[in-house]
């Protein structure tokens, strides 16, 4: 007798349960100001990308930490940005990563990368707000850059 095996898979998303207000991102200023305070020491150390997750009022809903790599780089996949998405409900997002070299210019993977998660968003009708790159005393807005 052969048996298959199929797997459960479950969504889920918990909302914050407190009445405090979401923080409203306007500018790359702000959104700069909110990274700050999820970011670790380790800035100059090693590379971390992460997507921030909004609502229909530019509202942050969440966000998720997608990689962690080493001094000069890490990998990045689309899908692991977009299933948060989809499972906060999320409007937008707003990309970000910092270089540990201190130079907030974008790379051209840096470049490339934004191009195809832009375009993933499209399809999925969740747009890329901004990518933003961070170093220690500085960043780089694609946005703001028009370069998204």
Not at 5 to 16: G, H
Not at 53 to 74: A, E, F, H, M, P
């Amino acid at each position: 007798m052969i048996v298959n095996y199929v797997n459960e898979i479950q969504v889920l998303y918990k909302p914050r349960l407190d009445l405090t207000p979401l923080t409203k991102i306007v500018s790359s200023t702000e959104i700069v100001t909110f990274l700050n305070t999820i970011w670790t020491d380790d800035i100059e150390y090693r590379e971390r990308f992460y997507a921030v997750y909004l609502n229909r009022q530019n509202k942050i809903l969440g966000y998720y930490l997608i990689s962690i790599g080493g001094c000069s780089g890490t990998v990045v996949d689309t899908k692991m940005i977009f299933q948060p998405a989809i499972n906060f409900h999320a409007s937008s997002v707003i990309l970000a990563h910092n270089h540990p070299s201190g130079n907030r210019n974008p790379s051209v993977q840096d470049i490339r990368l934004t191009k195809r998660i832009v375009e993933a968003g499209k399809l999925l009708e969740i747009p890329i707000l901004d990518h933003v790159i961070l170093t220690v005393d500085s960043y780089y807005s694609f946005l703001t850059n028009n370069q998204i």
